[in-house]
């Protein structure tokens, strides 16, 4: 089994910053491709994509909307992934959620899709007020 574990989400006014983590444990021993979701409020039926970060760390990718303020790192010792959200603004609020590939490696065609990842972490709330 593969378990990813979220933390670092709450309440933050506009402006300010977050760091999301995602700590993967079970058969991949980390060793997996990892990806960054959203779901807002009314929107729980999509999920939006953040970002994504191949086991190697090289080539993250990104969302259009996230670049320049969200980035994603890993830390490979800790089998951890991070998401660092600068100027957050309220329509960032959402449930944020990790996910993992089998795969060490998504490509840029696939890093975007949910159906591109095999496990899933529970997801942390992210609220963002004015």
């Known amino acids: 089994q593969v378990l990813l574990v979220e933390s670092g989400g709450g309440l933050m006014q506009a402006g300010g910053s977050l760091r999301l983590s995602c700590t993967i444990s079970?058969?991949?021993?980390?060793?997996?491709?990892v990806a960054w979701f959203r779901q807002a409020p009314g929107k729980e039926q999509e999920r939006e994509f953040v970002?994504?970060?191949?086991?190697?760390?090289?080539?993250?990718y990104y969302g259009n909307s996230f670049e320049g303020r969200f980035t994603i790192s890993r830390d490979n010792t800790k089998n951890t992934v991070y998401l660092q959200m600068n100027s957050l603004k309220p329509e960032d609020t959402a449930v944020y959620s990790c996910a993992a590939a089998r795969q060490t490696r998504v490509s840029s065609s696939r890093a975007f899709s949910p159906d591109s990842y095999d496990y899933w972490g529970q997801g942390t709330q992210v609220t963002v007020s004015s």
């Open positions: 079970g058969q991949t021993s980390g060793r997996s491709a």
């Open positions: 970002a994504a970060i191949n086991y190697s760390g090289d080539r993250p």
